[in-house]
């Protein structure tokens, strides 16, 4: 009996449960909006405030590389540049897992640093066009130049601002020009490492046909083909040697560390990651304290 009785209390709870739920769910509950701060790694020299121009740079890396965005918000989270504003974002293919969207979720929530591109994760069939493309779309403002650069890549954003500041804003195509040892910037195109085009020609890819029917293979290889095709970019800057590979990873590509450096490519293990900022004296101004003795 009292069995019988525990059994028509559990139901009669759960139903209460359950219309408790049907109701939360008919009133479309909505939680408060978080206030949460926007906390995109815009680089800026707050003691200089009028900047000369504006620089987007997406680095292209995959949403399971937690780690690696971590890391790089502190590489560029500590830089600063005296003439432009820098906005560093991550760029990320379609989110495929729910971890993902969880995780992810939380790096937007707190650095809001994130691009997901409606397609799918890759790297040579389409990413690159469906970034450019789409910029125009979904940006707030627009920039003086779009960057796209790789993950295993080391910038200096104060000398890449720099070596900018005299080219033109308009037609623009700059970068380190493929083959490793050719010094002229109109001859075949600019490496993925990092390149970048001024906002105008990001605009002609959104609209021109040209690069829409031409999206699958090398990625940076056919944005120098659309350029080309489309008698585009008539301004063209090849950094070298301020751009270049790891040394000893890339033949003609690579060479030693130097002081002028504007972009290091390939790094990629951490021994390498330590020496290029030891050479750069990256941590070499930190603030002396009690807390701490490096
Ligand atoms: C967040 O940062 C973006 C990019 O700088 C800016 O466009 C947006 O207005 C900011 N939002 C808030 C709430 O400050
Ligand atoms: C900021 O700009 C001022 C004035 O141009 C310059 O003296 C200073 O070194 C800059 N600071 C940084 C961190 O770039
Ligand atoms: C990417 O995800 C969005 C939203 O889930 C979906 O609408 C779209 O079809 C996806 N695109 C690709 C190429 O998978
Ligand atoms: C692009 O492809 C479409 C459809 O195949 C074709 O009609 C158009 O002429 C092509 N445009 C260019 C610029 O190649
Ligand atoms: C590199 O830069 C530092 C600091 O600006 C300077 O002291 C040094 O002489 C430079 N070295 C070379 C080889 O140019
Ligand atoms: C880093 O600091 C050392 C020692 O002060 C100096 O010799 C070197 O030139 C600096 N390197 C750069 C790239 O500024």
Redesign the pocket.
């Known amino acids: 009996m009292s069995t019988l009785r525990l059994i028509q209390a559990t139901l009669s709870t759960i139903s209460i449960i359950l219309i408790f739920f049907f109701i939360s769910f008919s009133i479309h509950y909505k939680p408060p909006i978080p206030t949460y701060?926007?906390k995109?790694t815009?680089i800026q020299n707050t003691s200089h405030p009028y900047t000369q121009f504006s620089l987007l740079i997406g680095i292209f890396t995959l949403p399971d590389k937690y780690d690696r965005r971590h890391f790089l918000r502190l590489v560029y989270g500590t830089q600063s540049s005296s003439i432009a504003k820098i906005?560093v974002k991550f760029v990320l293919g379609n989110l495929t897992k729910l971890e993902q969207r969880v995780f992810i979720g939380l790096e937007i929530m707190r650095f809001?640093d994130i691009i997901i591109l409606d397609c799918h994760e890759n790297m040579n069939s389409g990413k690159t066009y469906t970034y450019f493309s789409t910029l125009p779309r979904i940006l707030?403002?627009r920039y003086d130049y779009v960057m796209k650069a790789d993950d295993d890549v080391f910038l200096r954003l104060n000398p890449l601002a720099l070596s900018l500041h005299p080219l033109p804003r308009q037609d623009l195509y700059y970068g380190f020009v493929i083959p490793c040892p050719s010094m002229n910037p109109f001859v075949h195109y600019m490496s993925g490492m990092g390149f970048v085009l001024s906002w105008d020609l990001v605009e002609w890819i959104s609209t021109s046909l040209i690069p829409a029917n031409n999206t699958f293979g090398p990625e940076d290889k056919l944005v120098g083909e659309w350029l080309n095709r489309g008698n585009k970019a008539k301004n063209r800057f090849s950094n070298k040697p301020a751009m270049y590979d790891y040394p000893g990873t890339n033949g003609k590509c690579s060479h030693e560390l130097i002081n002028d450096t504007v972009a290091v490519h390939r790094v990629k293990r951490w021994d390498q990651w330590l020496n290029v900022l030891n050479f750069f004296n990256v941590t070499k101004g930190i603030k002396p304290s009690k807390l701490y003795n490096l």
């Open positions: 701060t926007n995109t815009t906005d809001n707030s403002t």
